[in-house]
């Protein structure tokens, strides 16, 4: 009755994934993974964030801005 070899946990992951599919184990692979970038994000002090600098772009160092230019009604009298 000592540890657990590898067959016990091999047993245990195949019936794990008969009961609950690959689908739903990626998902919740991906929620979790999500979740601890979220907590490490919300564990940076403000001075770590601070600290970090952030690059400024100066609005004429050739960046296309794309937008859609609309006429403006003209007022009824």
Avoid: C, Y
Avoid at 4 to 16: E, F, Q, T, Y
Avoid at 40 to 61: L, N, R, W
Wanted: overall charge positive; charged content about 25%; glycine content about 12%.
């Amino acid at each position: 009755m000592g540890s657990l070899s590898i067959w016990h946990w091999l047993i245990v992951l195949v019936v794990v994934v008969l009961i609950f599919g690959t689908k739903k184990l990626r998902n919740l692979g991906t929620d979790l993974g999500g979740a601890v970038k979220g907590f490490k994000d919300g564990m940076k002090s403000e001075d770590d964030k601070a600290a970090t600098p952030q690059p400024e772009i100066h609005p004429a160092a050739g960046q296309t801005i794309e937008g859609e230019v609309k006429k403006e009604a003209q007022p009824r009298a």
